[in-house]
């Protein structure tokens, strides 16, 4: 099996054969992990530094908070609030590859068109917003396919599945080739830990995640700070950065292409140190 190592941005290939870094940037009130919330233009660019100045290579710029529970932005609401941000940091970063989280496809298609955003990242797989892979099929970028259940407001009472690993396996499969048959050749793998799912199954989907290569496409992880790791530990989001360490870390050896985080720094020093390991883990030339 042989994974796609690259991503097209804007007509240059993009190499992910050494994973990458995405930092997360929340212009939000009520994101989960305070410290990522950035609403002042001062906050915001001071941010987009660290993330570009930490070594990280693509900013995922979020206006809506995902967090179970959080409040429902309907597209115009969530624009209002994205669109400043997006303008300042094209100012400021404009040759920074910008990743727009959203599930709204009119905020997908002003983000790309107006502000030059690079990848759309949708929680919902296009279920939220039932005309995103059309968009998706006339903007020609990137696209990363997470596995949601519901929305935000409802995906933990969704978290019954007949036969958890293959019912995501039939879930990318079918909605990868949706969208390829509408002309989006860029798509990403997100499992969507934390997403519908209980401690118990984001564990399990982190043990299998090498299943997950028989899309031959690559796989962004994003499990910083998250309740499987707090929960577990008995601790708070603020206390999660070991932990968010240790996943990071099994997810690189299993063949995370992007890592999703909060602590940009500490991710790249993951893939540094993994990378190490595994060129030890190569085939011998013959």
């Known amino acids: ?135 998706m099929g006339e903007l020609n970028v990137p696209y990363v396919l997470m596995h949601m259940r519901g929305t935000p407001q409802t995906m933990q009472q969704n978290t019954t599945y007949d036969h958890f690993i293959q019912d995501l396996l039939y879930y990318f499969s079918e909605r990868k080739a949706r969208l390829n048959s509408l002309g989006v050749n860029d798509v990403i793998i997100d499992p969507g830990f934390g997403f519908s799912k209980t401690m118990l199954q984001n564990y399990e989907l982190m043990a299998y995640l090498k299943y997950f290569h028989i899309f031959e496409e690559p796989i962004l992880v994003g499990i910083s700070r998250k309740s499987m790791i707090y929960r577990l530990l008995g601790t708070t989001p603020e206390e999660s950065l070991n932990g968010s360490t240790i996943l990071n870390t099994v997810a690189l050896l299993s063949g995370a292409s992007i890592l999703r985080v909060h602590d940009v720094k500490a991710a790249v020093e993951c893939i540094q140190i993994t990378d190490k390991i595994k060129e030890f883990d190569q085939p011998s030339a013959q």
């Open 1 to 135: 099996m042989r994974l796609r190592k690259t991503i097209n941005i804007q007509g240059q290939l993009l190499d992910l054969s050494t994973p990458r870094v995405m930092g997360i940037l929340n212009v939000t009130p009520d994101s989960f992990y305070s410290d990522s919330r950035k609403q002042s233009e001062e906050e915001i660019v001071q941010r987009c530094r660290q993330i570009l100045e930490e070594g990280g290579t693509m900013i995922d710029v979020g206006a809506q908070s995902t967090a179970p529970g959080s409040s429902f932005l309907i597209a115009r609401e969530e624009a209002d609030r994205l669109m400043p941000a997006l303008k300042m940091i094209r100012r400021e970063f404009p040759e920074a590859i910008l990743s727009v989280d959203t599930f709204h496809a009119d905020v997908a298609k002003q983000a790309v068109e107006e502000y030059g955003a690079n990848i759309i990242n949708d929680i919902s797989g296009g279920q939220i917003d039932e005309r995103m892979f059309a968009v």
